[in-house]
């Protein structure tokens, strides 16, 4: 579970039980699964009184299925982890019903105890909506696969295919059976039936039976309407392998199939729920399917006559709108039908007898596809398949046609014509026109979904309100009739102090679409005003005169908290909800702006805590977080009405004092010292005590940018520490050490800037063996900034990076560009066999982005790890101690080896060389330099040997710079040198 934030809101309060009940949307506050407080709200959502919810369980309001989609709960906690972002769950009411809430997680700790904070938001319209948009996408997916399943359907498939549309219409219906009956002439003789019930399919091919046996003439399928029964059960609906008769609180739809003016057969379903869970634009998408599954039945029973009896052959394809046809790739040459030519148009005497004179016929457009299937055929010999339009001759029109053939090969498996058989498929192009036009209606019906819809006549008046409208204005439906919209729907521009004007009157005067501007605040009648946005058109007849208007109201209420929630949160700093850093940044350029047009003056304070990260280190961060959510709290008490007061870091605040003179400053920022003085942390029975350095900077019109006034603060703040700490420090003009400060704080953007554009160099020194010359030479990598043409030491940028913690940034980018140099200058020399050394800051020793950066490079095999040298100063090492042990067995187990730098600096040297696993100890080059004239320094640097020696390490002796040092470390013994003497750094 991740740490959990502790916000200072105290449930149980009595202005937290005023605001739980001022809001629209249920609060949940719990602990240990029961709850402590809810609002009405909460209510009102599960049905439950708060008395009932206070003795209920929390996991017995939430379906099983909700438990997959609920993070895991915390029981030692007894609380949820935190959720942000909304999750949408089912959630049982007290009546046992669903309701689907949308919910977020929040923590709090009162008297010890961890406080979960829920809110819910009753989403369920919105997930009926989505439900109903599926099922309609399931419907229109299921007649486009129909469409296109159907019009490829062979006689010797008819069965897999219909049980497969029956299957398929009957699971986007939700149906128990689904099943078609195809009726002869009369429209009583049933000739076709395919049922499928719960699963199983049967085709019943007798021809005994009725419409009537099925009590299914009824005087609605007689008037091609849609015929349906509820709670009842007709004994003739009992047919053995098929649908069982009806049980009570089952319903049945019987949808007439017509072609022309006549029944042609009965599309039926049954539901286990009465009444039917559908409604008219599902029957018409059901309809749709009906009609292509019944044409495409008929048509394949057509082709299975054809295939039947050569003699019915001509007959076949008149009554299918369809001709066989062959052609010959090699001649062009087409036979076909005479009797079906005469279908597309050709007499006897015309017929074409190439496939370029056919070709001629298709319209232009579609002959690129024609061509392309061809050539797909004549490629592959696999199925020719093609849907394209056809001119009939004699402007008898323009029909579809679905061309559908097979080649047929010689003995040497050459394409030697290809037979097929063209149909032709207007109606059902037609159909799907009809489809993609109910669609398009559905699509109007689903944007209206949920939104608010006020239509008027031409005059304005009101003559609809559908039942969201109804629920956003407070008027029935009946009450509205007749009014104006201005008495009925009053809404205000946001900000704008005054009532709209009617939109509806509007767009019928513009005789255009009228859309509100981004918000609106709608009044409804009892006084509940709700955030909306609205848009107004004309509706107009064919001849486009106007006939009235519709107002469309989309209620973004919810949408609107969120947004200035969101607007909170981007201002405020999450844990203590002060102000944050960039919101701090826009009020002092305000105060900078303010100072410059008026003269007047402000000051700027930059506060760093003292001693917190004692209760850090010793607490823990969570427990460090509670201190500052309670230390801000204080502090924002000791503001004044006009003060700023943010959070700009860890532990660090920015406050500015608006209005006030240097004089009154230190006054004003003693008050903010006394009270961190004053304040006490207990926790577990200790007591913490933390301190405040203040530094003050005043803001004037003559006041650098943001950046540079806070950098000055921010030394200012940085001299008080260094005097003593727990005091104010503040800044002028003539301030060397603020001054000393900030020219180092100008080294961050200076480093920040080098880095982004690349401007540091690495330069090399070799390290030469002094006694055994056989042994590798080593190579230090240097580290140099180069700005304008001046190479700058590290001397003059180390200092700031290690203050402002960039030592990180600065070693990773010395790792990536060693690494590329060692690869290339090992792969490029194959004699090669030096080592190469770079050094490393204490604080990339406890920064797990640098261990990582190192052991990819190796695991991609960049650099050989044998090859690699680890330079640790003393200090560092001994000051990150843990964090210098831990990294350096990572890389000594992956075989690199590593030096202490600068040994015999401090006074601890030796105590804790026995607790580094190093391999070269580096002599620190003071004692180096002046080994030949220093006594003393001699004296050391041969103890250094001597303990080396002892404990199986190589020495390295820097600063060599004369031949006289060398001839002493050659008799002490060192194994290494690296000097001046020798080689002087230069670029890679």
């Known amino acids: 579970m991740k740490e959990i934030d502790k916000a200072p809101i105290q449930p149980g309060t009595d202005w937290f039980r005023t605001l739980g009940e001022s809001v629209a949307f249920a609060v949940f506050a719990y602990s240990k699964d029961r709850f402590i407080y809810t609002n009405a709200a909460a209510s009102e959502i599960s049905g439950y009184s708060q008395e009932e919810l206070a003795s209920t369980n929390i996991s017995d309001l939430f379906r099983p299925s909700a438990s997959v989609l609920m993070p895991e709960f915390d029981p030692t906690l007894g609380v949820y ?156 609906l009992n047919t053995g392998c098929q649908c069982s008769g009806l049980e009570p609180g089952n319903s049945f739809a019987a949808i007439p199939l017509v072609s022309g003016n006549h029944l042609i057969g009965v599309l039926g379903h049954t539901w286990t729920a009465s009444p039917p869970p559908i409604d008219d634009d599902d029957l018409r998408f059901l309809r749709v399917g009906g009609e292509i599954l019944s044409s495409a039945i008929r048509r394949v029973k057509i082709e299975r006559e054809l295939l039947r009896s050569n003699d019915r052959f001509e007959l076949a394809q008149l009554a299918g709108r369809s001709m066989a046809w062959e052609w010959s790739p090699t001649t062009d040459e087409v036979l076909m039908p005479v009797a079906a030519a005469n279908l597309y148009g050709f007499g006897p005497e015309v017929i074409p007898s ?21 050539r797909h055929t004549l490629s592959t010999g696999q199925l020719y398949s093609v849907e394209h339009r056809y001119d009939l001759p004699d402007d008898n029109g323009v029909v579809w046609i679905s061309a559908r053939g097979q080649a047929v090969f010689d003995s040497e498996g050459n394409i030697e014509k290809i037979i097929g058989i063209s149909a032709d498929i207007t109606e059902l192009k037609t159909a799907e026109q009809a489809l993609k036009e109910e669609r398009e209606r559905a699509e109007v019906t689903l944007e209206s979904i949920g939104d608010g819809v006020i239509r008027s006549d031409a005059s304005g008046r009101i003559d609809y309100l559908n039942p969201a409208a109804e629920k956003l204005t407070g008027w029935p439906n009946e009450e509205a009739r007749g009014r104006r919209l201005d008495e009925v729907y009053r809404a205000m521009e946001d900000g704008a102090g005054k009532l709209r ?34 848009s107004a058109s004309p ?21 609107r908290g969120l947004e200035r929630e969101m607007a909170f949160q981007a201002s405020h700093d999450t844990l203590t909800g002060l102000l944050n850093r960039r919101e ?60 700023i007061l943010a959070r700009i870091g860890g532990d660090e605040f920015g406050l500015l004092l608006t209005d006030c003179r240097m004089d009154e400053a230190e006054g004003r920022a003693g008050a903010f010292l006394q009270t961190v003085r004053d304040y006490r942390f207990l926790w577990q029975g200790r007591i913490f005590e933390v301190g405040v350095s203040i530094g ?139 080592l190469y050394a770079i050094n490393l800051s204490g604080q990339s020793l406890a920064d797990r982005t640098i261990l990582d950066a190192i052991l990819t490079g190796i695991d991609r095999k960049d650099v050989d790890p044998s090859r690699l040298c680890f330079e640790i100063t003393e200090t560092a090492a001994i000051s990150h101690l843990a964090s210098a042990q831990a990294f350096m067995g990572v890389l000594r187990e992956r075989g690199c080896s590593f030096a202490l730098d600068d040994f015999g600096s401090g006074l601890s040297s030796f105590r804790y060389l026995k607790d580094l696993q190093v391999d070269f100890l580096k002599i620190d080059g003071s004692l180096v330099r002046n080994v030949a004239e220093d006594p003393v320094h001699r004296e050391m640097v041969a103890a250094i040997r001597q303990i080396g020696l002892a404990m199986g390490l190589t020495t390295i002796g820097e600063w060599v710079e004369t031949e006289a040092s060398l001839e002493v470390l050659k008799d002490i013994g060192l194994d290494y040198v690296q000097g001046y003497l020798f080689d002087r750094p230069s670029p890679i």
Not at 502 to 522: A, F, G, K, Y
Not at 540 to 555: C, E, H, P, S, Y
Request: with cysteine.
């Open 81 to 236: 982890p935190s959720i942000d972002d909304p999750i949408e769950l089912p959630f049982q009411t007290k009546d046992g019903s669903t309701r689907w809430i949308a919910i977020t997680n929040a923590h709090t700790v009162k008297d010890g105890e961890v406080i979960g904070i829920s809110t819910a938001v009753n989403i369920t319209l919105r997930k009926e909506a989505e439900a109903i948009a599926e099922r309609r996408l399931k419907l229109e997916n299921s007649l486009t696969e129909l469409s296109h399943r159907f019009l490829a359907l062979g006689a010797d498939d008819l069965d897999n295919a219909v049980s497969f549309a029956l299957k398929t219409l009957g699971s986007a219906a939700g149906t128990q059976c689904t099943f078609i009956i195809l009726v002869d002439d009369d429209q009583r003789t049933i000739t076709e039936e395919f049922w499928r019930h719960r699963g199983k399919f049967s085709h019943d091919r007798t021809f005994n039976r009725t419409l009537k046996d099925y009590g299914l003439v009824r005087d609605d399928l007689i008037k091609h309407e849609v015929l349906i029964i509820s709670d009842s059960a007709p004994a003739t």
């Open 354 to 374: 190439t496939g370029k004179e056919l070709n001629r016929r298709v319209l232009e457009e579609d002959r690129p596809r024609v061509a392309a299937a061809l």
């Open 539 to 559: 509706i107009r007849n064919d001849a486009g005169k106007i006939l009235g208007a519709v107002l469309i109201v989309k209620d973004v209420t919810h949408i």
């Open 501 to 534: 004007e009617d939109p509806l009157t509007e767009c019928i005067r513009q005789n255009r679409t009228v859309t509100s501007p981004e918000w609106c605040s709608l009044f409804h009648r009892e006084g509940l005003e709700f955030a909306v946005r609205d």
């Open 696 to 834: 003050i900077v005043p803001v004037t019109k003559d006041s650098p940018r943001y950046n540079e006034l806070l950098s000055a603060a921010d030394a200012a703040c940085f001299v008080a520490k260094e005097r003593g700490r727990n005091r104010i420090h503040i800044s002028h003009p003539e301030d060397v050490e603020v001054a000393a400060r900030h020219h180092e704080a100008q080294w961050v953007e200076r480093l920040n800037r080098a880095i982004e554009h690349d401007d540091f160099v690495l330069y090399r020194q070799t390290i030469v063996p002094l006694k055994d010359q056989n042994k590798p030479k080593l190579v230090e990598l240097l580290l140099r900034l180069s700005e304008d043409g001046e190479v700058i030491l590290p001397g003059r940028f180390i200092p700031a990076a290690e203050r402002y913690r960039m030592m990180p940034s600065l070693d990773l980018w010395v790792i990536r560009k060693a690494f590329e140099y060692i690869r290339h200058d090992t792969t490029s020399n194959l004699d090669n066999h030096q």
């Open 584 to 643: 701090f940044e826009s009020r002092v350029g305000e105060a900078l702006a303010n100072a410059t047009f008026t003269g007047r003056n402000h000051a700027l304070c930059y506060l760093d805590l003292d001693a917190f990260k004692v209760v850090n280190d010793t607490c823990g961060h969570s427990v460090g977080d509670q201190m500052l959510q309670q230390l801000s709290a204080v502090l924002e008490a000791t503001a004044r009405g006009t003060d």
